[in-house]
Structures are given as structure tokens and as C-alpha cells.
């Protein structure tokens, strides 16, 4: 018998060991078995990250009642609406009409269940919604809304109609292993653009509005791919090389062809506008301003929060953050003119009809802000 | 199930998907169905505190094996056999893993013999059947050090079990 062959047999072995094996209950074990330990330094330490899991496990939803928003100094304005949408708002698009909020992130029970909902901005309330995976991800063009559907059994991206709310195209994405992040979308140049990823690498590919078909445009690394915009006629990634140096990626969509990456000082998402391409530094907590040609540093400004999401509208950059916090930038000066403080995570912010819309998890909600 | 437990970014997402495959990779360096599941839960309570920056990336995956890994082939891994024993004879509780026939716990006993590294690269090329490339991902080193430590690995396992190790990676 060869060694390959008993390593084979004996990894199978594993395999058909775990079959008893419940993800769901490891999770609340996660908990439960740290709350166990006896009482140490390490446990002291274990404890207090417990602690943090037990309010984030069960505590911001079960134990305790909803948290209240809060308006920091320098507050954005005030809340004149709070829209339920479900568990995991995980992203908000103001186009084509209405205000659109995907949700199903970070859930048990509807891991599967995740939603696209369209917002009425004349009266705040849901006037439709359409199934989609878990984390679903948004971006609008050519008079469509298109979502990425990060489903466990197979990511698709999914077309609707604004018009109606319906899905009028399901457009399967083909990625060579179970997908583990929500894919990224982008629209321009002729394309809608999405980055596919897998654990171990990212998959680029291009939607043809017209065909509905998504085709392979180049696999690149798997850090890469945190964020993607079209803006100055190239098709932008952003992320880490495989040594998990920042940089650059750009796409010519006429060829598809990659140029030599390009090193940043930001590694997350990106975003159009103010005629710039814009960058999260996840890493550095910064927000980057590039030239959308040459990717040239324009300016820099500071967060000191991890930016997550970005949209610009309403001529400012919004900056969603795990943390809570909302920060406007004005795109004319480069300056921080308002932020907001949300209790949970704030995944996403946007701005139209007069308003600002974010995703607030804690509340299982749309804010509505009134700028002051 | 009929739970709907909110968590901050992808997290869950990432852990229902990634738990099973590390619980694995944990019971297979640690040779022990008490230990695997309390290291898995270790590397993602780590993730998790530092989700922040962990979660912004796309390489959560290797990360967390890395985490398990290294906790499985460290110290630490007889300290929380030695709690979790105890746990589970407090609660009652059965492991979710079952025990391996002798001869693919032998192999596995064989394995956690290796040095540490060469341990892990085995693990993750055979069990979790990734490329040299990806290994070297998750032990974060050289793809020629991966591929050393499988030839030193497999020319020691071949020896202890007397099996030809014809099959060069």
C-alpha cells in the first residue's frame, strides 16, 4: 500500500467521522463552553470576550430591549424614520425610484432566506421584496437592479425590474469551490462586474446586460477583491496580494486585460464620485481619494473607525462601519462635515431624496435621517 | 432550529461554512474527539474578536485554519483536553466526532508524531486536499517550504508504517 493511499483512506476516515457534526450548536457552544472556564488570568481574558459574544450572540436581540440611537456632536441629523427589513441589512442602493435594502446577513434561521426590499422614499414603507441568499449585494444600471446572491448552493445574480420589484433574470455565476464572501458587483463600461470568491481565490467576471450571461474575465488573487467600481474607464479592484500587500487592480474592459497592480495605502471597498475613485482603508481606518485614471493619491482622510461601505450621493462619500458610525465626507473638500452613531453595526449608508438611509443592524432596520 | 442569532458582518456566514472542515483539521492534529471541537471554537472566538480586521478580508479561511492548527499542534491543545474532559463529564455530553478504525488512527498518531510544521502541511495537503500553494497560504511560508516539509513528512510516515511512499506531491 502506498503512503498516498493510507493518507487518503485515513483523511476519509475524518470525513465520515463528523457527521454528527452541528455547525449550529458548535456556535452556541462557542458561548456556552467559554462561560466554563475556570476562573484565571486566561480566562479572565477568555471572559471578556465572551462577554462580547454573549451580547452579540444573544443578547442585542433577546435579552436586552433594542438599543437606542444615539446623536453624537457633529450628529448627521435626526432619525424621522426607522423601517423594519428584517434580520442583517447588509446594504442600501437609493436608485431607480425607490431605496433598496438587501438583508438576511448574519443570521441562523435564514441563512438562506436573504431579501431585497424596495422602499417607497415618498412614504418610507416596503412596497415589495424578492428572495435573494444571505449578504446579498447591490448595484444599479441599464434600468435594472442587480443583486449578487451569496447562496451557499451556488452564487447567482439576480435582475429585477424596478418597475415591478420582480426578478426578470437569474444569472448563474459558476465559482470552482463553496463560496464563503458575498460577492461584489459593480456596473459600467458596457458591463455589470462581479468578483466571485471561493477560499482560495477570486474569480472576476462580466455580465452582458443584453444576454443576461456572465463570462470569465481573469481569476486574481484571494485577498483581492474587498472592493470593485468602474471609473475612469477601467474596472478597479481593490484588496491585498497574496503577500497581503495592498494594491490595485485595473481592468481594461475593452480587452479585459489586467494591468501591473498598482500599491495602495487602502485595502477595501471603493466607490465613484466627485469625478474620483474613492477607497476604504480597512487597515489604516483612512479613507483614500485616487485619481480614477492612474490610481494617483488625492487625498486622505482620516476615520478612526473601520470603513466597511461606501456610497456617494448628495454630493458626500458615506461611510458605513462595523462599528456604528456613519461619517459623511464632502466631496468638494475632502472634510468630515457629520457622523452618526448607530448602537449595533451600521454595514451601509446612502443618501437620496433628501435623505440619508442606513442599515441598522441592531434594529433590524432602515434609518431615515433628516440632514440638520 | 428556530433561531435567528444576529452577528456583526459575514461571521456567521463564514463559521457555519468553515466549522465543520476546521473541527477536522483540529481533531486530526489533535487525535482527540473532546479537544477538536473546543479548538475549532478557540480560532473562531479569535476570528471573531478581532472580526474588525479579519472579517474586511478575503482570507478568513486560512486565517482560522491557521489558528486551529497551531493550537492543535501547541501546548495549549493538552490544557483544554484537560478542561474540556471535564466539561463534557459535568454535562454529560457525548462528542459530536466519532472514533476512527485503529488503522486511520495509527496513521493520524503517525502524523502528530511529525514535528509540528510537518504535521500541519500533512493535515491540510491530505485532509483538506489543498494545493502546496494554498498550504503555504495557511502556514504563511514559502511554497518550497511546504513542499520540504512533505517530503521529510512522508519520508518519516513511510518508515513508521513501512508503506511505499512511491507518490512524490
Known amino acids: 500500500m502506498t503512503l498516498d493511499a493510507r493518507a487518503r483512506a485515513a483523511a476519509q476516515a475524518i470525513d465520515r467521522s463528523a457527521t454528527r457534526l452541528d455547525p449550529v450548536a458548535g456556535l452556541d457552544d462557542l458561548v456556552r463552553r467559554r462561560r466554563r472556564r475556570p476562573v484565571g488570568k486566561a480566562a479572565i481574558a477568555v471572559a471578556t470576550a465572551t462577554m462580547v459574544a454573549v451580547v452579540a450572540l444573544v443578547g442585542i436581540r433577546g435579552l436586552q430591549p433594542p438599543a437606542t440611537v444615539t446623536q453624537p456632536p457633529g450628529s448627521l441629523g435626526r432619525v424621522t424614520a426607522t423601517i423594519p427589513v428584517g434580520f442583517g441589512p447588509a446594504e442600501v442602493l437609493v436608485s431607480e425610484g425607490a431605496v433598496w435594502v438587501a438583508a438576511g446577513q448574519g443570521t441562523v434561521s435564514r441563512a438562506d432566506q436573504g431579501t431585497v426590499a424596495r422602499i417607497d422614499p415618498a412614504t418610507g414603507t416596503e412596497t415589495g421584496a424578492v428572495g435573494a441568499g444571505p449578504a446579498p449585494r447591490l448595484a444599479a444600471g441599464f434600468g435594472s437592479i442587480w443583486a449578487a446572491n451569496n447562496d451557499p448552493s451556488g452564487i447567482s445574480v439576480s435582475r429585477i425590474d424596478p418597475g415591478t420589484g420582480q426578478v426578470t433574470a437569474t444569472i448563474p455565476i459558476s465559482v470552482t469551490a463553496p463560496a464563503v464572501k458575498p460577492t461584489q458587483l459593480a456596473v459600467g463600461a458596457g458591463s455589470v462586474w462581479v468578483i466571485a470568491s471561493n477560499t482560495t481565490a477570486n474569480q472576476l467576471l462580466r455580465i452582458d446586460p443584453a444576454t443576461n450571461q456572465a463570462a470569465p474575465v481573469s481569476t486574481v488573487g484571494e485577498f483581492m477583491g474587498s472592493g470593485i467600481a468602474v471609473a475612469g474607464g477601467l474596472v478597479w479592484l481593490s484588496g491585498r496580494d497574496d503577500q497581503l500587500v495592498s494594491q490595485l487592480l485595473r481592468v481594461n474592459p475593452a480587452t479585459n486585460r489586467i494591468a501591473n497592480p498598482l500599491p495602495a495605502d487602502g485595502d477595501g471597498a471603493l466607490a465613484v464620485g466627485g469625478g474620483s475613485l474613492w477607497q476604504a482603508g480597512v487597515a489604516t481606518q483612512t479613507i483614500y481619494r485616487l485619481d480614477p485614471k492612474s490610481g494617483r493619491k488625492l487625498a486622505e482622510i482620516p476615520l478612526g473607525v473601520v470603513p466597511q461601505h461606501l456610497s456617494a450621493g448628495d454630493g458626500s462619500l458615506w461611510v458605513g462601519s462595523p462599528s456604528g458610525r456613519v461619517t459623511r465626507i464632502d466631496l468638494a473638500t475632502n472634510t468630515v462635515t457629520g457622523t452618526f452613531q448607530v448602537a449595533g453595526s451600521a454595514p451601509a449608508a446612502a443618501a437620496g431624496y433628501g435623505s440619508v438611509w442606513i442599515a441598522d443592524t441592531t434594529n433590524a432596520a432602515l434609518l431615515r435621517i433628516q440632514p440638520g | ?169
Open chain 2, 1 to 169: 432550529m428556530n433561531r435567528a442569532v444576529p452577528l456583526p458582518g459575514p461571521f456567521e456566514h463564514f463559521y457555519l461554512e468553515e466549522y465543520p472542515r476546521v473541527v477536522k483539521l483540529a481533531y486530526a492534529l489533535s487525535g482527540s474527539r473532546m479537544a477538536a471541537e473546543d479548538i475549532a471554537q478557540e480560532a473562531f472566538l479569535r476570528a471573531y474578536r478581532d472580526w474588525e480586521r479579519v472579517g474586511s478580508y478575503a482570507h478568513q479561511a486560512a486565517w482560522v485554519r491557521r489558528v486551529a492548527a497551531n493550537l492543535a499542534t501547541s501546548g495549549l491543545r493538552r490544557r483544554l483536553v484537560e478542561a474540556r474532559a471535564l466539561a463534557r463529564l459535568a454535562a454529560r455530553r457525548e462528542p459530536a466526532l466519532d472514533p476512527l478504525a485503529a488503522e486511520n488512527a495509527d496513521f493520524w498518531r503517525a502524523v502528530r508524531a511529525l514535528p509540528s510544521r510537518q504535521a500541519q502541511a500533512v493535515a491540510l495537503y491530505y485532509l483538506e486536499d489543498l494545493s502546496i500553494q494554498q498550504t503555504a497560504r495557511v502556514l504563511d511560508c514559502a511554497e518550497g517550504t511546504v513542499r520540504a516539509h512533505l517530503a521529510k513528512a512522508r519520508r518519516t510516515l513511510a518508515r513508521r508504517l513501512q508503506l511505499d511512499a512511491e507518490e512524490e506531491p
